[in-house]
């Protein structure tokens, strides 16, 4: 897999990421479905918040590790 296609799939995945992290926020604070399903809705949005953490996190360490790698090549 060469670099280009790795970033690309790093930055998509940092992207949903954050996309989650939202839609946990939204639903938590501004949706009465979720306040009406009481702790499960409490869960659902938590999970939301914790897979786009999963996800935006790690592959934000790691892009940059990528960018970093790259930078320093092109400078040799």
């Not at 992290?21 to 949005?45: Q, T």
Request: glycine fraction near 6%.
């Amino acid at each position: 897999m060469t670099d280009d296609k790795l970033i690309l799939i790093l930055k998509t995945c940092i992207t949903v990421g954050v996309c989650l992290i939202l839609l946990g926020i939204y639903l938590h604070n501004f949706s009465d479905m979720i306040e009406a399903m009481g702790v499960i809705g409490i869960m659902i949005s938590a999970m939301c918040v914790a897979f786009g953490m999963a996800l935006s996190l790690p592959t934000k360490m790691y892009l940059t590790f990528i960018l970093v790698t790259r930078e320093t090549e092109k400078h040799k």
